[in-house]
């Protein structure tokens, strides 16, 4: 079984900062990509960014320039640094990662129980 466990969210006044962090745990052998995704009311689930293992990185249109996503392959962690927070960046935050439990397993698809980020004055 893996756990991804975010934490750092909070309430920020527009053009603050949050980091927020994600840690995977349990049984791992190595994670693929891991992500944020964020969904706010009324609206789907949409990507925020990407890194895979190799750091190659995407971002979703709306955050490019403003926020950047980081990982820690030994510590399978990956970090999100969000700048010039806007109120539409209000959504709960949610972690994302494609982990094999074995060598050459199967990659099956984990997600954390989500962040509130709210951005507000």
């Known amino acids: 079984q893996v756990q991804l466990v975010e934490s750092g969210g909070g309430l920020v006044q527009p053009g603050g900062s949050l980091r927020l962090s994600c840690s995977a745990s349990g049984t791992i052998f190595s994670i693929a990509t891991m992500a944020w995704y964020r969904q706010a009311p009324g609206k789907q689930r949409e990507l925020v960014a990407a890194?895979?293992?190799?750091?190659?990185?995407n971002y979703g249109d709306s955050v490019k320039g403003r926020f950047t996503i980081s990982r820690d392959n030994a510590k399978n962690t990956v970090l999100l640094q969000m700048n010039s927070l806007k109120p539409e960046d209000t959504a709960v935050y949610y972690c994302n990662g494609g982990v094999r439990s074995r060598p050459a397993g199967a990659l099956y698809d984990y997600w954390g129980q989500g962040t509130q980020v709210t951005v507000s004055s």
């Open positions: 890194i895979t293992s190799g750091g190659s990185i």
